[in-house]
């Protein structure tokens, strides 16, 4: 699977706008762009996904390079319940590929209020 | 139901038993995964299953690790001879269809597995 690479922690002020970056240079044509957030004490929790287009979702919005080696995962006004683990994911569609997530370690998000 | 249900929520067990935890999946979903995190670590994969395909059992750390899934729904994790690094909590998750990357997880809220 093709890697991600996230900066390890980030810091936001409540009630702004959070700009979190993912580079994938080495993304493939079938490789579908997932973002998930694990909260404190709980299981991942899916935000938002991509292949090619920007896409808005009522939790976040999904900016993809147009060469697709970059994504920016957009909180636009952040809260405190926003603190979590944010993960970055490529996911195969391809035909060889068993689609399974594999996780890196993500971008701590700290909210200041 | 309306989300992916775990159970037990904590499991203490004493080192060399056995331990099985359990996962209902969203209704319909027909992909199952199992993953597990240690404090403070990412999530590592353990197994998938997928309708009446055989599951990848890749991430299995060892043979006292195994995992069912009956009638294509609730699955249990067993793990066999407990030893203390298997303390993590365990996390499940289902998807629409495995191997289509345009699907989301949904993740249960996991079980605490503490060996002593």
């Known amino acids: 699977d093709a890697k991600t690479t996230q900066p390890n922690s980030m810091e936001s002020n409540e009630e702004e706008p959070v700009h979190l970056p993912c580079n994938h240079s080495?993304?493939?044509?079938?490789?579908?762009i997932h973002w998930y957030r694990q909260l404190p004490s709980q299981g991942p929790e899916y935000v938002i996904h991509?292949?090619?287009s920007n896409v808005n979702n009522r939790m976040a919005s999904l900016a993809i390079a147009e060469d697709r080696k970059s994504s920016t995962l957009i909180l636009h006004r952040a809260t405190l319940r926003d603190a979590a683990v944010y993960y970055c994911?490529?996911?195969?569609?391809?035909?060889?590929?068993?689609?399974?997530?594999?996780f890196g370690q993500g971008t701590t998000l700290q909210v200041k209020p | 139901g309306a989300g992916v249900s775990q159970s037990p929520s904590n499991k203490v067990t004493e080192k060399g038993k056995d331990v099985e935890l359990r996962c209902d999946p969203i209704s319909g979903h027909t992909a199952l995964y199992w993953y597990r995190q240690s404090l403070g670590q990412g999530l590592e994969f353990l197994i998938y299953f997928q309708g009446n395909s055989a599951p990848d059992k890749s991430g299995l750390p060892s043979d006292r690790f195994s995992a069912e899934r009956t009638g294509g729904s609730v699955s249990t994790l067993t793990i066999q001879r407990t030893q203390q690094e298997d303390s993590a909590v365990y996390l499940c998750a289902s998807s629409l269809a495995h191997g289509a990357a345009n699907y989301g997880y949904t993740f249960g809220s996991g079980t605490r597995l503490t060996v002593v």
């Open positions: 994911i490529l996911r195969d569609d391809g035909s060889s590929n068993t689609g399974k997530l594999i």
């Open positions: 080495t993304i493939s044509g079938t490789d579908y």
């Open positions: 991509g292949l090619t």
